[in-house]
């Protein structure tokens, strides 16, 4: 397969560790891009919900592509956001091409670019985070309904449907959420002089210009891979905003031993040790 060379890719939101994470289509796209530099813009381990019992070989090979991406020259960048703010203890640690960082902010072609999360505007994460936390329980329990209607969709010869969507589009706090957020960070960037903003966090790819009196930016959102299954692209000066089911991407052929498998999940595990010790001892204490 032949891939394309990539200046920046951005994602977010993956929620590797649970059930509506679609991470045989990640990997899929992950196989058709070289990138020089990629950014994971936080939410990419779902921290919060994480289960002992429910890490499928998918999720273990998305992040195998990733070492495997940061040890053949890409730069891979991770910003945490609220479902992995666990690893915000480690901000600023670097080994190799791997970098993790909470903000980050990076030149493009003479234009700045500010890349977070976007949690910090979530009130509810700040102040309330057992309310927060329940509705990502919440949420995971409405994308395996989701799944299955869509299922059934799929049998009947129709189109897939998203409920979280279409609740989402009907509240109309829902809608003012999402605006307001949108406003905060794009207002933000334009006080700070920044060209672009560049965040995840609510599950809403989007690519917008925004104008106050003191000047204008670009506001980005990377979207997510459980439902909107969305990636952000700068090659040639030109932002593009990749969305995985209208690109017909098709399926990776891949063939792997249960064999080889568990010895490639207990290479990860012993390169990453101290991580999967804390994340033990993280989920002994809930």
Known sequence: MKKRHVELVIISDVHLGTFGCQAKELLNYLNTIQPKTLILNGDIIDIWQFRKRYFPKQHLKVIKKI???ASKGTEVIYVTGNHD???RKFSDVQMGDFKLVDKLVLELDDKKAWIFHGDVFDASIQNAKWLAKLGGWGYDILILMNQSI????V???KE??????KIKNSVKKAIKYINDFEQVAAELAIDNQYHFVIC?????????EYRTKNGSCIYLNSGDWVENLTALEYD???WNLVHYQKEKIEPLVEEEKEEEFLQEKEKLKASFALEYKMLESFISSK
């Open 160 to 165: 897939k449907f998203s409920l979280s969507k």
């Open 150 to 153: 869509n299922w059934f969709l």
């Open 85 to 87: 703010e666990m690893l």
């Open 155 to 157: 049998k009947m010869g």
């Open 236 to 238: 040639n000066k030109t």
């Open 200 to 208: 995840g966090h609510i599950h809403q790819p989007q690519m917008k």
């Open 67 to 69: 070492i495997t991406l």
